[in-house]
């Protein structure tokens, strides 16, 4: 069936108010304030992204009286006016629009809410088919009200960035059972003291929606009070009713959206021209939006969309070098990897379909035991994929207690792994449903998926994404071969069944705690440098620095909380993250973190330096330059900045690994692998590099390569890289 074309309606005004006061104040260099400008932009490229669509229209309001003003004079009177840098963001946002080739609506005597509503009933009309689906997008509840089976709302919830998308059902539940249609109604009893309309005073949301559900209406309401007292209805709401019945009516009145608004409107001018971005490139330039170009959705003016890898990662490599994201020493290294990554994705690696067939039968069977034994627990049987069935044994039939579980959008107790993960001391079902969740993503993520990507020579060939993450990283999909468990028994044997061609064996290279060998030397601390170039355990050195303890008094235990230490800090991980990883106190989390930041200073001013950083100039960047916008980290909103603030600490440290780690394999390369047909680069997982290598050559080959990447990056540490040998990537053994 072929995919619904979709209408995207902007409810502008709405979406320019939200973002101003969300985002606080940014300037460009001219000193323009372009927060709300940012914002809007912002919210509209995601929605570009989440819903294709084919048709858009924007709607503003209009400077005059309105209709609702003149039949009402104290509409809106209350209402403070914004702030005068708000509404010179207005013109901008428009011509934004416009050099997108988006139609901009708007009329004089109606509101944007009119226009919307106008707009979204003109649309099931036009000659389209399938017919048009219709999301308008808001930060207006009012808007709700034009939600049908045709239309829905996306609509931001908090901020500029929690949105959620309201269907019929999700109005419903929203206002407890009311409809749409009957949100005037509810208006109409409970007001809108934004809009200054009274309503009937005395009377709240629950009261309102309670009445609104029995009869329908307000003019149902009223008809019924003129026969006689209502039944269920106390004589001092009957009274109130009674009282302030004029103003239910026009309170009723000035909420419902007008939809029939003088307007002309064809297909084309709603359609979407995106063949030419050069115009909205060059505007977001001049506004210096640069993290928001890599998100325009369209080709620049006479480009084609690139048919081949090579070609596409060229075009973004250059826009990126453009917008000042990639210094020019990182714009060359990825120009340089392009043809490595395209030799590893055409090489793939080989897999073993039998191993995985023999694994399939497994834990197949592994899941129905671990199936029978949840039954069990719970009584009964039920769908244990289905959350809603799931949470309903868990919370309603055991009678665990939810206390302190996250609920879902539709107030549903959470039963993510992570949720679960804190009622395993409750009940002897969640050892078991852990379990059963975790071999169910090993077999439909790998053992049963992988075998059906292998080619006719049964090498299973990875996509990489050289771009696609905002550090550097490189990313793999299709399948996912960097995700694949480390540890534990299913994950090993994953991995076993990756297997190198008869007469090779597989060789791995893996940088030993590289992040924080860059952390240590980019935080310029002297302790921690110590550590490494004298060969220590960081883990346990910083186990007996923390705790106060000699080396051989360092447990096993310390040392894992000095670990988790020693990663989490360096990303932003506060007191509750440390004590929830570790299973300490609060008060102890507290007290290991301040110790930590004595006994490792350089580490400490690392991170207020680099917030300090990110505020000034709105980036950072890594070693070579590679830059990661953070516009959030002036934030009036605490869960954004402190999101921001732990992307700017983290950001050049595992950049600097990102680019350190490309930069190997550039140089192994051009000064190893050219010519030679005895080894091929098959994978990169993050800090490993897997190679094939003929029997024969390995014992040459593994110090030179290692002498290659020990040498990348000329870090105040040494840099120091594991090597392992084997005829499968589950059994490897260091050389």
């Known amino acids: 069936m072929k995919k619904k074309p979709v209408l995207l309606i902007l409810d502008a005004n709405s979406l320019i108010h939200r973002a101003f006061h969300a985002i606080p104040p940014l300037s460009t260099s001219r000193g323009e304030q372009v927060n709300a400008l940012y914002g809007f932009f912002a919210i509209f490229f995601r929605a570009l992204k989440e819903f294709e669509p084919e048709y858009i229209a924007a709607c503003f309001d209009v400077q005059g009286p309105t209709q609702r003003k003149q039949k009402y004079i104290p509409y809106k009177a209350k209402r403070e006016k914004a702030a005068n840098e708000l509404y010179e963001q207005i013109p901008l946002v428009q011509e934004g629009l416009r050099a997108m080739g988006i139609s901009v609506y708007g009329k004089e005597g109606f509101e944007a809410d009119d226009m919307i509503g106008t707009v979204a009933r003109l649309a099931p009309r036009l000659q389209v088919r399938p017919p048009l689906e219709t999301i308008i997008i808001s930060g207006d509840q009012d808007i709700l009200q034009l939600v049908n089976q045709q239309t829905r709302v996306w609509m931001a919830k908090r901020g500029v960035q929690d949105m959620m998308l309201y269907d019929e059902q999700a109005v419903q539940e929203r206002f407890q059972g009311l409809s749409p249609l009957q949100l005037p109604e509810y208006k109409g009893l409970r007001g809108d003291p934004s809009d200054n309309l009274p309503g009937v005073k005395g009377i709240g949301e629950k009261t309102a929606i309670a009445l609104i559900k029995e009869f329908g209406s307000v003019d149902a309401l009223y008809s019924a009070l003129e026969e006689g007292p209502l039944e269920g209805v106390s004589s001092r709401i009957s009274s109130l009713l009674q009282e302030h019945q004029a103003d239910a009516f026009v309170s009723r009145d000035l909420a419902i959206i007008t939809r029939d608004v003088p307007l002309e409107m064809a297909l084309e001018d709603i359609t979407w021209k995106k063949d030419d971005s050069s115009d909205i490139r060059a505007f977001l330039e001049r506004m210096e939006f640069f993290s928001l170009i890599k998100r325009l959705p369209v080709v620049s003016k006479g480009e084609e969309v690139p048919k081949d890898r090579r070609k596409e990662v060229s075009v973004l490599i250059e826009r990126l070098y ?45 899941i129905s035991n671990l199936e029978l034994e949840i039954h069990k627990h719970a009584g009964r049987e039920f769908n244990i994929n289905s959350p809603r069935q799931l949470s309903q044994v868990l919370f309603e039939d055991l009678e665990i207690s939810p206390e302190g579980l996250k609920r879902t959008p539709k107030k549903v107790v959470s039963t993510a792994a ?14 078991p449903l852990l379990k059963y969740r975790e071999l169910q993503k090993m077999y439909t993520t790998y053992i049963s998926t992988i075998p059906g990507l292998a080619d006719e020579h049964n090498r299973v060939h990875t996509r990489f ?74 883990h346990k050195e910083t186990a007996a620095a923390v705790f106060g303890v000699s080396l051989n ?62 505020k000034t100039y709105g980036y950072v960047e890594t ?84 002498a290659v990447m020990t040498g990348e990056g000329a870090l105040s540490v040494p840099i120091e890289v594991h090597v392992s040998v084997g005829e499968n990537w589950g059994e490897m053994k260091e050389e």
């Open 465 to 538: 994404d050289q771009l696609g993450t905002a550090t550097g990283r490189l990313a793999s999909s299709n399948p996912n071969l960097q995700n694949i468990p480390l540890r534990g028994d299913w994950g090993k044997r994953i991995r076993a069944g990756f297997v190198a061609e008869q007469g090779w064996v597989f060789a791995s290279f893996d940088y030993s705690q590289f992040e924080l060998r860059i952390a240590a030397h980019l935080a310029e601390d002297e302790e921690m440098q110590g550590f490494f170039r004298e060969g220590k355990d960081i």
């Open 623 to 706: 070693i070579l330059g590679r830059r990661r916008y953070l516009p959030d980290i002036v934030s009036k909103a605490p869960q954004f900045r402190s999101a921001a603030e732990r992307e700017a600490v983290n950001h050049p440290i595992q950049g600097t690994q990102a680019d350190l780690i490309k930069l190997a394999m550039v140089d192994i390369s051009e000064k190893i692998l050219q010519g030679r047909n005895d080894i091929h680069l098959l994978l990169q997982i993050h800090d490993e590099l897997l190679f094939e290598i003929k029997k024969e050559s390995v014992q040459s080959l593994l110090p030179a390569i290692q």
């Open 322 to 366: 453009n917008e000042k994201v990639l210094s020019e020493k990182v714009y060359e290294l990825e120009k340089k990897l392009v043809p490595v990554i395209l030799c590893m994705e055409e090489k793939g690696i080989l897999v073993d379909k039998n191993h995985f067939g023999e694994l399939a039968g497994e834990i197949t069977q592994e």
């Open 553 to 614: 008094g360092v447990t096993n235990e310390m040392r894992f909380r000095a670990k988790a230490l020693n990663f989490g800090v360096l990303y932003g991980m506060g007191a509750g993250g440390f004590a929830k990883s570790s299973n300490v106190s609060l008060a102890e989390a507290r007290e290991f973190i301040e110790q930590y930041f004595t006994r490792f200073p350089g580490i400490a001013s690392y991170i207020e330096r680099t917030k300090e950083f990110a």
């Open 418 to 431: 992570s949720e679960l993960e804190k009622l395993r001391r409750d009940h002897p079902i969640v050892d």
